[in-house]
């Protein structure tokens, strides 16, 4: 056996981890009589040292963005190598760290192309810990066999709490004020401030942010319109309209809450700004990619918007610093931030310490038991696929975790394979192209252990392999 295919092989084989400290902890493999029958087992032949379990002390986990340190005590109370970063890391130096961790964590900034995944030949998992997944390239990680996470609502009633305090902040020309007097000008106007009672919301995407802006935005005695392109129940007294145009035409404040899809790229242009009322206020902390910033620029130069909330931009600086944002980064910077009655914010719609220490919790959680455990439940790209834990008395069992291209006849392939042995339990499911199969198999022996690894190596539809014990 090649040496590359031996390390692939070690690296397969993972000594499964109680999750420290969560209730329910699991029993996976390897049960403590299988560790305790190691030695003799790894003594058989010479050959067995290449079947060494892979131990949780060599699974490396590399951090970027400042992920929270929940994450990484989990992280490490795992045992796991925990290389933490603050910030993103430029393309070459992230190819150059990517290349030998089993997952990484990430926030919005770092952009996992298919130029850097195609390195990243250890690569199981990735741990996006916030909502958004399309700094991800999906469809590569999928096909490359890398489980994909986030963390789905954790943050959302921060964006919806920033989009409150920012609709009265408009409405009351806040900023500009703040701004007049930390420069020691005293302008004490009434003129063009307004109320919110009374006044109507469009929301744009009434999903989990833009449904708990609802609630908060009528307690507040704000009217809501909300226009998705699901039906979705409305909440309190608020009404889905039926298109974009009519929330347009009679929104005083319009918010955006959709996800960056290629439908929701320059959502609010030009011809969006056109529809809305005269004076209305435009916000956004959904993705920079949802609204045209030139032609935001353009309507509040003629008057058409009295002001705007932006807090994600097309391209945004990589770590925090003075002179990050410009206009070599994005080229209307300076005339954007020259205007007046604009809010800006360097994407921070999530960053509270509430929802960053549950999101450390929850993705880190994910990562862990899919490591561990092969439990693919909340993946963003992966079937969603569990299986029941072993007990501590199951002795010899091996779970098999096999994704594969979906393709029909893989199973009776794998399952011929895997019948040799008792198989205790075993789930399959598909998503699009790929499926994955989680399978224990019991009355397995270390040498079994690397003939079944090798047979399911061999079969055309496999995309990746694990082997716990
Ligand atoms: N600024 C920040 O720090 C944060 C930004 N976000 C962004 O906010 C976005 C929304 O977050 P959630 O509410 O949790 O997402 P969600 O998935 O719960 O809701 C999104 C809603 O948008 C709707 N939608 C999708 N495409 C649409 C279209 N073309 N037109 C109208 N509606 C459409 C969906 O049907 C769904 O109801 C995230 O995708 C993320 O990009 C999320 C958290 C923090
Ligand atoms: O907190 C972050 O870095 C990103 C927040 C965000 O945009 C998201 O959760 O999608």
Known sequence: ??????????????????????????????????????????????????????STGDMKIL???????????IFEDQGYQVEFHKSSLPEEELIEK??????????????????????????????????????????????????VF?????NSRSVAELIIGEIISLARQLGDRSIELHTGAWN??????????????????????????????EAMGMHVLYYDTVTIMALGTARQVPTLDELLN??????????????????????QFAAMKEGAYVLNAS????????????????GKIAGAALDVYPSEPGKNGAGAFSDDLNPWASELISLPNIILTPHIGGSTEEAQSAIGVEVAASLTKYINEGTSVGSVNFPEVSLRSLDYDQENTVRVLYIHHNVPGVLKTVN???????????????KGDIAYLMADISNVDQSDIKNVYDELNQTDAKISIRLLY
Request: hydrophobic residues 40%; positive net charge.
């Open 98 to 147: 990517i290349k030998d961790v089993h997952a990484i964590g990430i926030r919005s900034k770092t952009k996992l192309t298919a130029n850097v995944l195609k390195h990243a030949k250890n690569l199981v998992s990735i741990g996006c810990f916030c909502i958004g997944t399309n700094q991800v390239d999906l469809k590569y990680a999928t096909h490359a066999g890398i489980a």
């Open 416 to 430: 011929n394979i895997l019948s040799n042995h008792n198989i205790e339990k075993q789930f399959s499911d598909s």
């Open 150 to 154: 986030n963390s789905p609502f954790s």
């Open 250 to 271: 009679n929104s005083d404040f319009i918010t955006c809450h959709v996800p960056a899809t290629p439908e929701t790229k320059n959502m609010l242009s030009a011809p």
């Open 287 to 302: 993705r920079g990619t949802v609204v045209d910033i030139p032609a935001l620029i353009q309507a509040f130069k003629v």
């Open 1 to 54: 056996m090649a040496s590359q295919e031996i390390n692939n092989l070690q690296n397969s084989f993972q000594r499964a981890v109680n999750l420290s400290g969560s209730s329910g902890a699991v029993s996976t493999s390897p049960t403590q009589s299988f560790m305790d029958t190691l030695p003799r087992r790894m003594s058989v032949s010479n050959k067995a040292k290449a079947l060494k379990p892979f």
């Open 63 to 73: 951090l970027l963005e400042n992920v929270n340190a929940t994450a990484v005590s």
């Open 188 to 217: 004490k106007v009434s003129n063009r401030c307004w109320e919110v009672r009374g006044k109507t919301l469009g929301i744009i995407g009434y999903g989990h942010i833009g449904s708990q802006l609802s609630v908060l935005a």
